[in-house]
């Protein structure tokens, strides 16, 4: 267990040397963030024809505001184990890194964890930002870190799932983006999913995020407690949800680990 | 420690074609010495390498660690080997040396400040100790394998697997690093394992030779009995080129008669000729002779031998 734990630990140095040596980097993906958000809630306040659209008001836009971040951890925790593996087998260091007695899983959840971290700082600088700028204020109350947890459960499954995938077919980049727009359309985060026909509602709930950020929701705008939560059908579907995808990830990864040690493709680009 | 392999096979399948990198190779290797494994391109040696390490797993055969086999359920012998792999980059060129030492000495679970202070003092022994703090990518080719290789050793592995180490080295910094090999196996008993290319780093660090073919086991020798070896012995005998008459006597008993200007240099396989029989026939033929060179066997002649 020592030794596992040291395994996060290095993980979460890398990632930590990585920020800040590139912090210019991520700070401009924040910046574009914001604008792109900024963009989507001008976006529902506009219109080419004659409907009067009302996407500006505080309660659409905390809403959105919530979506949004809890997007931007997705957006995050379902690539990055995929990239951060291209770049290793790119620069041909995974095999110096998969020479241990430990699978790399051990690796792919320090660097998850450490991610975790860094974006919980960046996910507050947005926050701000966002509440500053369309005038807001949006109490989170604590019982929301647990629904929240769950949720980036499942999406590091996802993330897992995508991570195994690469090290055997390498370049997975256009499937993790396209899975990340998914995520921001088709889960409730900035469009309300009772405007979606009743075949995407169905879609839109066996996605990793929407009944996390359904539940979420509820707890900031509806004020539902934490019994309230676990009595409902809803959080039980969650909870399978999310274990869904955490075991989908960690099996796959396991597999096809094996399959890269056996086809020797843990060296190769 | 001894490291066996039993029958290692491998067989990379592709939609077109089906190599064998590996067939069948079994072998003892023994602590405190230094073994090379040597063959053309191909081979199998990367193969070995990577199947001895984990990072490749055989389709049939294994290895042990003593008596502890490494496949299927043997992992933690991994914890005796470090390697340096060719065409990995083994250390993070965007890190600095120390912050590589912290990030595997986390990662191997070693303890921070003790592995910090014995980094410290290898690099300084490397003469890095300027460039501690220096981002990896900015350092020459040969220092960022110096760094590798105190990476590979900061556990004190008991095995020491090294792929090519001296591939891109300049030759002082690639006679640092024999030195440096040659020292880590004797004082501390450590079994090393190197493949090269560069078959005269090979005879100077190599106890032992191994020669591989198509994935195969050819045969291996002694270093010292590669050198001493007395049907390998050949000898360059310079006589002066006055008695021109005579040369035709010569062919047949030579390997090779080179005629240059006032010279002719005349090359003795032992094997073939007894080397005072051959100064005898030349004297009594009126040769005159300016030098003899006793030149004993490379392992690049036995390379040429083997695979030529």
Redesign the interface.
């Known amino acids: 267990m020592k030794k596992i734990i040291s395994i996060i630990f290095a993980e979460c140095y890398r990632e930590f040397v990585y920020a800040k040596r590139y912090s210019i980097e991520r700070l401009s993906s924040i910046v574009m963030l914001f604008f792109i958000f900024f963009g989507i809630v001008y976006s529902s306040t506009t219109s080419f024809g004659n409907h009067h659209l009302n996407g500006s008001d505080p309660v659409s836009v905390s809403h959105r505001i919530v979506g949004f971040l809890l997007w931007f951890f997705a957006l995050d925790a379902v690539g990055h184990l995929s990239s951060s593996l291209r770049e290793d087998l790119h620069i041909g260091i995974l095999e110096q890194i998969a020479l241990s007695p430990y699978p790399l899983i051990f690796n792919m959840l320090g660097r998850s964890i450490s991610r975790l971290f860094i974006n919980l700082f960046f996910a507050s600088l947005l926050f701000i930002t966002f509440q500053l700028t369309y005038r807001v204020k949006i109490d989170i109350p604590v019982t929301v870190v647990i629904f929240f947890l769950l949720t980036y459960v499942g999406l590091y499954g996802l993330g897992l799932f995508f991570a195994g995938l690469t090290l055997i077919f390498k370049r997975l980049g256009p499937v993790t983006t396209i899975t990340r727009f998914l995520l921001l359309i088709f889960t409730g985060a900035i469009i309300p999913l009772n405007t979606f026909p009743h075949f995407l509602r169905i879609f839109a709930q066996t996605l990793p995020m929407t009944l996390g950020l359904n539940i979420i929701k509820d707890i900031i705008f509806k004020k539902t407690s934490f019994e309230d939560i676990v009595t409902m059908p809803l959080f039980y579907l969650f909870i399978l949800n999310s274990l869904f995808y955490l075991l989908l990830g960690v099996f796959t990864f396991i597999i096809l680990e094996k399959k890269a040690r056996s086809k020797g493709a843990l060296g190769t680009y | 420690m001894v490291l066996t392999l039993k029958n290692l096979t491998k067989i990379?399948k592709n939609k077109n074609s089906i190599i064998t990198a590996l067939d069948n190779f079994s072998y003892e290797f023994k602590s405190g010495k230094v073994y090379g494994i040597v063959g053309l391109n191909g081979a199998g040696k990367t193969?070995l390498i990577?199947s001895i390490?984990?990072?490749?797993?055989p389709d049939r055969g294994n290895v042990f660690f003593d008596e502890n086999p490494l496949y299927p359920n043997g992992?933690?012998?991994?914890?005796k080997?470090g390697?340096i792999?060719e065409?990995?980059?083994?250390?993070?060129?965007?890190?600095t040396p120390l912050?590589n030492v912290?990030?595997?000495?986390?990662?191997?679970?070693l303890p921070l400040k003790e592995t910090l202070y014995k980094a410290t003092a290898l690099f300084e022994e490397f003469g890095l100790s300027e460039k501690l703090n220096t981002p990896v990518r900015n350092l020459s080719q040969g220092m960022k394998q110096k760094i590798a290789i105190t990476i590979s050793i900061l556990h004190h592995p008991q095995i020491l697997l090294l792929d090519e180490p001296t591939l891109g080295l300049d030759p002082i910094s690639g006679n640092k690093m024999q030195e440096y090999i040659l020292k880590f196996a004797r004082d501390n008993d450590r079994l090393i394992i190197v493949t090269s290319h560069q078959l005269s780093i090979l005879e100077n660090i190599c106890d032992r030779v191994i020669f591989l073919k198509k994935g195969c086991f050819v045969s291996s020798y002694d270093m010292e009995e590669i050198k001493m070896n007395s049907k390998r012995i050949k000898y360059i005998i310079k006589v002066l080129k006055e008695n021109t008459n005579n040369i035709s006597l010569l062919t047949g008993m030579f390997a090779r008669i080179i005629n240059s200007d006032n010279m002719l240099v005349l090359e003795l396989l032992s094997e073939e000729f007894d080397l005072n029989r051959c100064i005898e026939f030349l004297i009594k033929n009126r040769f005159i002779i300016k030098d003899i060179e006793k030149i004993s066997p490379s392992l690049e002649d036995l390379f040429m031998e083997e695979f030529a």
């Open positions: 990379y193969t990577k390490c984990g990072l490749l797993i992992k933690n012998n991994l914890k080997i390697a792999l065409g990995s980059r083994n250390i993070f060129w965007n890190f912050q912290k990030y595997f000495a986390y990662l191997r679970g």
